[in-house]
């Protein structure tokens, strides 16, 4: 593909041109291996616009853009850059609506995107809203439980097929593209309950990349942040309805989770923001617009669904259902445009990258 490395540098690879293939980058890099070499080679099959070596590629994934290869390129290629670019790249590929590819490459569709999605979400909180009490904050009186619990399930649902989906188009193009024996189903299920779980949650090879271990604390918070968020709609949502009325303990152990998960996110967020702001630091210097839309709505969702809970505590019942409904208008966006088609979905990629890159390696042992 001769349009290759042009798609990787619209996606934001830097002066990749300037690359003399020395392998700095590679030898410095703390987590390239023997069989997982990279960005060095990475950067020569999109340079070569070899697309089919870059799409069996999972070594993209491996790298966490700690900014040690950039930093020491003699040529200020910007080796993390490009990485970074061809994960948006690969993101684009593996997603089989297409949707992905248009979010990448266009910024009109990008913003039009999240307008048209915060206004549909506007208008159906509009004509399915309870009665509006005014003399207390009542939230389940306004939002239904029920409506707000099949809500969640069907968006949920709809998203984990969409990401199942590109997930398995990655695995066809990974360890689909190695024509040997099969593989065991033994080693598919013991390399996943190895792999995907402990990698997920923990993102431990992170810890391996460079001395900085700010980066890491950031994702972190984020990271448990989001996933606190994910208990406090489970429980005030799907579980209180189930076995007991608002005045019960898990009512009150659903909000200190919920206001403890927005604060994480609003700190985790507002220091990025700040980062990229200031370009303190060589993972924050070039911002592609999908990452400023990350990032933005997440603070945004947090900050109003932080206010949400504060005004329920207060007894406001106005800005209670005012800033809930401006949240949702938030959250929807947020969920549907970064976990199947932009940078959210690298939550799933990467750990299913070790796990096809080990089932790579089982595979190629096989057939000596």
């Excluded at 200031?278 to 933005?296: A, C, G, L, Q, V």
Aim: with cysteine.
């Amino acid at each position: 593909d001769p349009d290759l490395i042009d798609k990787v540098r619209e996606l934001g690879a830097f002066d990749i041109s300037a690359c003399y293939s020395c392998g700095n980058c590679t030898a410095i890099c703390p987590l390239s291996k023997e069989g997982q070499e990279f960005p060095r080679k990475i950067i020569r099959y999109a340079v070569l616009g070899l697309r089919e070596k870059i799409l069996a590629s999972v070594e993209p994934w491996l790298c966490y853009y700690c900014g040690d290869c950039t930093e020491t390129c003699p040529r200020d290629a910007d080796p993390g850059g490009f990485m970074m670019a061809v994960r948006r790249y690969l993101t684009t590929e593996y997603d089989f609506t297409g949707f992905s590819k248009a979010l990448y490459f266009s910024k009109k569709i990008e913003l039009l995107s999240i307008i048209i999605l915060a206004a549909i979400t506007g208008l159906i909180v509009y004509l399915l809203k309870g009665p509006i009490v005014s003399t207390h904050a009542d939230l389940w009186a306004f939002a239904p439980r029920h409506i707000v619990a099949w809500a969640n399930v069907i968006v949920f649902t709809v998203l984990s097929v969409i990401l199942i989906i590109n997930i398995y188009r990655m695995y066809k193009m990974s360890v689909g593209s190695i024509h040997f024996n099969k593989i065991p189903v033994s080693k598919y299920i013991t390399e996943f309950i190895k792999i995907i779980p402990l990698h997920f949650f923990t993102q431990k090879r992170r810890v391996e990349c460079g001395e900085e271990k700010k980066y890491y604390i950031i994702h972190l918070l984020l990271f448990y942040g989001y996933a606190a968020i994910f208990l406090h709609h489970t429980i005030r949502h799907m579980l209180l309805p189930l076995i007991a009325p608002s005045i019960h303990p898990s009512e009150l152990v659903s909000r200190i989770i919920g206001i403890s998960a927005f604060c994480a996110l609003i700190l985790g967020s507002s220091i990025a923001i700040y980062g990229r702001i200031t370009k303190s630091e060589i993972y924050w210097r070039n911002s592609h617009p999908t990452d400023w839309m990350f990032i933005i709505l997440l603070w945004l969702t947090s900050i109003t669904g932080l206010l949400t809970d504060i005004f329920v505590i207060c007894n406001y019942p106005l800005p209670t259902y005012i800033t809930f409904s401006v949240h949702l208008m938030f959250v929807v966006p947020l969920l549907c445009l970064e976990v199947p088609f932009a940078k959210w979905s690298h939550l799933a990629y990467r750990p299913f990258a070790l796990y096809f890159q080990r089932l790579k390696e089982i595979a190629l042992s096989q057939a000596k």
